[in-house]
Nanobody, 121 residues
Framework: QVQLVESGGGLVQPGGSLRLSCVAS????????MGWYRQAPGKQRELVAR???????NYADSVKGRFTISRDNAKNTMYLQMNSLKPEDTAVYYC???????????????WGQGTLVTVSS
């Protein structure tokens, strides 16, 4: 059994910052790529940023230069530092992970429950 739990969302003014965290727990042997996705009201879920186990990253064009993804492999934790937030960043942010489980093997598409980020004055 695996669980991804996001935290750190909330209400912030335009130009402000938030830091999201995602902790993976369960019988995890290792974690490959992790990613942050978001879904705004009435829109499809979209990739925000991804990070490999080796630390390689890629970002959506809309967040480049403002958001930074990172991870702590020892803690099975991923972060998203969000700076210079804009109203269009308002969405539910989801954590995604490609896992290798001790008992069940490859679990390629694990999701968290999401955390709401609202950017508004």
């Amino acid at each position: 059994q695996v669980q991804l739990v996001e935290s750190g969302g909330g209400l912030v003014q335009p130009g402000g910052s938030l830091r999201l965290s995602c902790v993976a727990s369960g019988s995890i042997l290792s974690i490959n790529t992790m990613g942050w996705y978001r879904q705004a009201p009435g829109k499809q879920r979209e990739l925000v940023a991804r990070i490999t186990s080796g630390g390689s990253t890629n970002y959506a064009d809309s967040v480049k230069g403002r958001f930074t993804i990172s991870r702590d492999n020892a803690k099975n934790t991923m972060y998203l530092q969000m700076n210079s937030l804009k109203p269009e960043d308002t969405a539910v942010y989801y954590c995604n992970a490609d896992l290798i489980m001790r008992l069940y093997g490859h679990y390629p598409d694990a999701w968290g429950q999401g955390t709401l980020v609202t950017v508004s004055s």
